[in-house]
């Protein structure tokens, strides 16, 4: 399926064996998890630190993933804390609310890095962040943050082939986006309303759903499942508007084009 997958693989870990050593921007999600696992591998625990930023728009599963991660991986793990609300023009939610974000964390692991004696600084992007509006990619380029999957080539489905070849256990992990990516562009974001996502995701995931996103347009919550998953939503469609409305939605709707990546892109002319 992935025919030149194996060259990919090996160009990679020639260009991470060059960089002597490096902080990964670690999340736990399948692409960074597999930029730190190489980076362990290829340049040794000693040259290797993975840094997890802990935040409002990180819930706090998704951080004792990263740590459960890190701990398979072996590699030596730190968390930092950031303050993304506190960013100037971050809360009021613009269409380049990523780039702010990114550049306040690289800056941070930039910082870091100096202070730690690492040489560069990476993160987890791919060759498919391409097709999407990434303003994030603008902060790590003016940074000069490496994005070795991207640069090598590495798709999505790449990715996790090689992560499960590698036995690692993110290899079928669901996409996962910051908090933030659930309000539309120009909506306040606030941490009553983070809160409110976040608890009705966790009862969404507790119901079984796995790849979904629960977007909040002020009393509306607009749930986007996988194509597959949808029959299940419709199922405990009950349990999710009783739970939904105790949160304080309105209103509580399936979107029938399902789950995607970036929907809140659609309403932006690029």
């Not at 990516?181 to 969404?204: C, H, N, W």
């Not at 409305?245 to 399902?258: F, H, I, M």
């Amino acid at each position: 399926m992935y025919p030149n997958t194996n060259e990919k693989l090996e160009e990679l870990k020639k260009a991470i064996k060059g960089l002597d050593s490096a902080i990964v921007a670690f999340s736990g999600g399948v692409d960074s998890s597999l930029v730190a696992k190489l980076c362990h591998d290829v340049l040794g625990e000693d040259k290797v630190l993975a840094v997890t930023a802990r935040s409002e728009t990180y819930p706090h599963y998704e951080l004792e993933n990263a740590k459960k991660v890190a701990r398979e991986i072996g590699i030596t793990h730190l968390i930092i804390d950031t303050k993304e609300l506190d960013i100037p023009g971050f809360s009021s939610n613009p269409p380049n609310r990523c780039y702010f974000c990114k550049s306040e964390l690289f800056e941070r692991l930039k910082g870091l890095a100096q202070e730690e004696g690492y040489k560069h600084v990476l993160d987890g992007a791919n060759a498919d962040d391409a097709q999407d509006y990434r303003p994030g990619s603008q902060a790590a380029s003016e940074l000069g943050v490496k994005s070795p999957l991207k640069e090598a080539g590495l798709t999505k489905g790449e990715i996790r082939k090689l992560s499960r070849e590698l036995g690692l256990s993110t290899w079928d992990k669901p996409s996962y986006a910051c908090m933030s990516s659930r309000f539309p562009y120009g909506q306040e974001i606030t941490t009553g309303k983070l809160q409110m996502v976040s608890l009705a995701e966790d009862f969404l995931r507790s119901l079984g759903l796995r790849q979904f996103r629960l977007r909040h347009h002020d009393g509306i919550a607009r749930l986007e499942v996988a194509q597959e998953e949808i029959p299940l939503a419709i199922e405990k469609r009950g349990e999710i508007v009783k739970k939904c409305k105790e949160l304080g939605y309105t209103y509580v709707t399936l979107d029938l084009q399902g789950y995607r990546t970036g929907s809140m892109n659609e309403t932006l002319k690029l």
